[in-house]
């Protein structure tokens, strides 16, 4: 998928969109997507000047849309303006090296588990094959009207 067949599968947009391109999905078990990482990303003028590093919380978020992109293809939907897919928790989360400017951030996840619209996954952000971080993640599609 490229970027305007995954924007038709996510609500977030610029400068919160985290993910560039999805090169292999099988529905209702994983995804593989990635985001090209580069110094004009707006967080880096604060994260850290002079070093700048990609916050491990916008790794996670990443993970999530990846999950999102993922999920919404199993299901055959796409965002509504009357419902949502949260973000819901994350559990086990560790970063094993730091994300810069110029990595191309690899975003792997596979389903765990689904049960009333609540969906977990196992969630890995890699560069250059290493693991970059990892975490739990849990999302879950609520109406917000």
């Not at 919160?16 to 090169?23: E, G, P, Q």
């Not at 949260?86 to 094993?96: L, P, S």
């Not at 890699?126 to 849990?138: H, K, S, T, Y």
Request: neutral net charge.
């Amino acid at each position: 998928m490229e970027i305007r067949q995954i924007i038709e599968h996510l609500p977030q947009r610029y400068p919160f969109l985290l993910i560039d391109r999805v090169v292999e999905m099988e529905l209702d078990k994983s995804i593989h997507a990635y985001k090209n990482v580069t110094i004009n990303e707006p967080f880096f003028n604060g994260h850290f000047p002079g070093y700048p590093v990609m916050p491990g919380v916008l790794i996670l978020e990443a993970l999530a849309q990846a999950a999102g992109v993922l999920s919404f293809k199993t299901m055959n939907e796409r965002p509504e303006p009357d419902s949502i897919f949260y973000f819901a928790g994350v559990d086990a989360a560790r970063f094993k090296r730091p994300v810069v400017p110029g990595d191309q951030l690899h975003l792997h996840i596979v389903i765990t588990r689904k049960m009333r619209g609540v969906w977990k996954f196992h969630g890995e952000g890699r560069v250059d094959g290493q693991l970059a971080a990892e975490a739990e993640i849990m999302c879950a599609k609520r109406d917000i009207k």
